[in-house]
């Protein structure tokens, strides 16, 4: 049980790292944007360090592609100008020509639940479904505001939200994990190996 007189952001962010996520605490979300492609640059030199270069029809000359197709214009803009200093192939779009390419994706979480360290996210979109499936690491910035302390307080915006056609609703707890193999833990077997959780003070 979640003691209510911590801040809820404060037992989301601890009940994340226990399901394994990276968590970090940012003072907005333009911060949320830069840890991103700073992670894509990270990755990239990882990549070259280790002599594996991607090339092919949907990436001909990155390394490393970023996918943030639920992203504002603003933030938009904003990954377009970075991504322009950097090797990174940035997409927003027709993500299913990426099925076995995209490295990296940022998404917004509609709503955060402290006790069990979920993101909840709506998908209306096939993109945005996709960027949180196939990705390999999986950014997520969610506002502080926006997290409550267990699902009895999400029940009004989970009502709302299930009332909406069509909608998709995912719960993301940590990366994706399983143990279904001879009882054995392996991470990133049906989604991404990890999950960075930033939240953001709005």
Same mark, same amino acid.
């Given at each position: 049980?979640?003691?209510?007189? @911590?801040? @809820?952001?404060?037992?989301?962010? !601890? ?5 394994? !996520? ?11 944007? =830069? ?6 640059? =990270?990755? %990239? @030199?990882? =990549? $070259?360090?280790?002599?594996? /270069? $991607? %090339? ?11 996918? !943030? ?16 200093? %950097? ?8 993500l299913?020509k &990426? ?9 917004? +979480?509609? /709503?955060?639940? @402290? ?6 996210m ?13 990705? #390999?690491?999986?950014?997520? !910035? ?15 915006? /989970? %009502? ?6 069509p909608n &998709? ?13 001879? =009882?054995?833990?392996?991470?990133? +077997? ?5 999950? &960075?959780?930033?939240?953001? #003070?709005?």
């Amino acid at each position: 049980m979640s003691d209510k007189k @911590a801040p @809820a952001h404060k037992v989301f962010g !601890a009940q994340a790292v226990l399901a394994s !996520a990276e968590v970090h605490f940012l003072d907005n979300f333009e911060e949320s944007l =830069r840890f991103t492609l700073d992670l894509g640059e =990270r990755l %990239t @030199a990882e =990549r $070259v360090t280790k002599g594996v /270069l $991607v %090339t092919n029809e949907t990436t001909p000359a990155a390394t490393i592609t970023l996918a !943030a197709p639920s992203v504002d214009e603003k933030s938009w803009a904003y990954l377009l100008h970075g991504a322009a200093k %950097t090797d990174l192939n940035l997409i927003r779009s027709d993500l299913r020509k &990426y099925m076995s390419g995209i490295d990296l994706a940022y998404s917004v +979480a509609n /709503l955060g639940v @402290a006790v069990t360290g979920t993101c909840v996210m709506e998908g209306q979109k096939e993109d945005d479904r996709l960027a949180t499936m196939i990705c #390999d690491s999986h950014v997520v !910035a969610i506002a502080k505001s926006k997290i409550v302390y267990d699902s009895y307080e999400a029940e009004d915006y /989970l %009502t709302a939200a299930l009332a909406k056609e069509p909608n &998709y609703l995912a719960f993301i707890s940590g990366p994706s994990r399983t143990a279904d193999i001879e =009882r054995v833990l392996v991470f990133g +077997a049906h989604g991404p190996l990890k999950l &960075y959780v930033l939240i953001v #003070d709005n």
